[in-house]
């Protein structure tokens, strides 16, 4: 079955530091894929998404880019804030599956001044 | 006001009891579902609704049961609480065309001493 694996949390680091944060997905098909951010105490939101192999998506200066022959959409930011400490998760939505998301374990990111 | 409300936010009870947790949108999205959240463990789903005569079994439903009231309502139940269901659950709602991005509440964190 369609499955997604990110790398293991906690990642500490300083503020202005690079980020990247591993994610892998198994999928038959042609899934899409997501990032979502959960900030301390709140439900989770929608940071970037790609629909199609090669698309990048970006937001608030992260950035991911769809790589289907490595099935990987890595979730990258040149320099992290304060602001940014959270748990991320990736994600895989489906036709075959009715368009449910499926995600990673989270990954918990603490940023430090 | 938030556009998908969990009540309550915060619950704790007792093995043995039954706890319902509720959950209502204003977004006028079709599309309802239950999550739940361990640490370590991501996002489980538990029970979705594609319209208010719909409603399908996610990944980890037993234990567990569901209502769809209305277009605006879905609730979640817990007919005999058990200690391995304490956990944070996260409603969430989407769009027919969304390609994937989820509306989620602000998540009822549930204890069971």
């Known amino acids: 079955g369609n499955s997604v694996t990110q790398m293991e949390g906690p990642v500490t680091l300083s503020e202005e530091a690079f980020l990247t944060i591993n994610c892998t997905y198994t999928?038959?098909?042609?899934?899409?894929l997501f990032w979502y951010v959960q900030y301390p105490g709140e439900g989770l939101q929608l940071l970037l998404k790609a629909t199609k192999a090669d698309d990048k998506g970006s937001n608030k200066g992260f950035e991911a880019t769809y790589r289907k022959e490595t099935t990987s959409f890595h979730l990258e930011k040149g320099s992290v804030q304060v602001s940014d400490s959270a748990v991320y998760f990736c994600a895989l939505s489906s036709y075959n599956q009715g368009g449910k998301l499926i995600f990673g374990q989270g990954t918990e990111l603490s940023v430090k001044p | 006001d938030a556009d998908v409300t969990q009540t309550p936010r915060n619950r704790i009870t007792k093995t043995g009891k039954r706890i319902m947790l509720e959950c209502s949108q204003t977004?006028?999205?079709?599309?309802m579902y239950w999550y739940r959240q361990d640490p370590g463990l991501g996002l489980q789903l538990i029970y979705y609704s594609f319209d208010v005569k719909d409603i399908n079994k996610g990944e980890i439903s037993d234990g567990y049961s569901v209502s769809r009231q209305a277009q605006a309502k879905f609730s979640l139940s817990l007919e005999s609480a058990i200690p391995n269901q304490t956990a944070l659950y996260f409603c969430?709602?989407?769009?027919?065309?969304?390609?994937?991005?989820?509306?989620f509440g602000e998540g009822s964190r549930l204890t069971v001493l």
């Open positions: 969430a709602t989407s769009d027919v065309d969304s390609t994937g991005e989820l509306f």
């Open positions: 999928a038959t098909g042609y899934p899409s």
């Open positions: 977004k006028g999205h079709d599309r």
